[in-house]
């Protein structure tokens, strides 16, 4: 069966400071892989999403970047965090597009 | 521009009763239009996708019904349990690229 793992869970950082939240993927191979963010009391936000290796498209133009550098892998980063960039982040992938997505459990970031 | 509401914004009902939560899409263009289910501080849970040549879905107590020309879908929770409690977000799919749309979601409370 197919899992998918976030981490880390819970993150406090300061403004300024840079991130990383990782995603992966287990049981499945060529997944398309997806970051979302979700703020207090709203939907999701698409950020990237990722067809393969290497192959990023982003929806937003915004202070955050995000890598997949082996298949079942995607990263989130930022150099220099913003107030605004807190919020419940979410990863997800599916097997294509006529297929549901499934998501990770999200990393909780606060920046102070 | 394309856009996802869902009306209502939350509900609380008793238990028993059989229910229904909307869910609007601006352009009809859809690929496909998927009901997730978000528990508090939680990822996703996919509980229905309707492509679109389809009309409904249906899965035990759930059914999702899909009226592209009208721009509108349900999703009827029938004999509602108190485990239904969550918030209940539907999104709509544009593209093979996967261009995902999301509204902001019905949060649901079933009273015992």
């Known amino acids: 069966s197919q899992t998918i793992h976030q981490w880390p869970a819970t993150l406090v950082q300061p403004v300024g400071s840079p991130l990383s939240l990782e995603c992966t993927v287990e049981?499945?191979?060529?997944?398309?892989l997806y970051w979302y963010r979700q703020a207090a009391g709203r939907g999701l936000q698409l950020l990237f999403y990722?067809?393969?290796?290497?192959?990023i498209s982003s929806e937003v133009p915004q202070n955050l970047s995000a890598s997949r550098p082996q298949d079942r892998q995607f990263i989130l980063s930022s150099k220099k965090l913003l107030l605004s960039d807190s919020g419940f982040y979410l990863c997800a992938w599916e097997r294509g597009p006529t297929d549901t997505q499934y998501f990770g459990p999200g990393t909780r970031l606060t920046v102070l | 521009k394309q856009e996802v509401t869902q009306i209502p914004a939350a509900l609380s009902v008793p238990e028993g009763e059989n229910l229904v939560l909307n869910c609007s899409f601006t352009?009809?263009?859809?690929?496909?239009l998927q009901w997730f289910r978000q528990d508090p501080g939680k990822g996703l849970t996919s509980l229905l996708l309707?492509?679109?040549?389809?009309r409904e879905q249906t899965s035990g107590r759930l059914n999702a019904s899909l009226d592209k020309s009208s721009g509108r879908s349900t999703l009827y929770i029938a004999a509602s349990q108190p485990g239904d409690s969550a918030t209940y977000l539907c999104?709509?799919?544009?593209?093979?690229?996967?261009?995902?749309?999301f509204g902001s979601g019905t949060r649901l409370s079933i009273r015992p």
């Open positions: 352009d009809s263009a859809i690929y496909n």
């Open positions: 309707i492509q679109s040549s389809q």
């Open positions: 999104a709509a799919v544009y593209s093979s690229a996967s261009k995902i749309i």
């Open positions: 049981g499945t191979s060529n997944p398309n």
């Open positions: 990722s067809v393969g290796i290497g192959q």
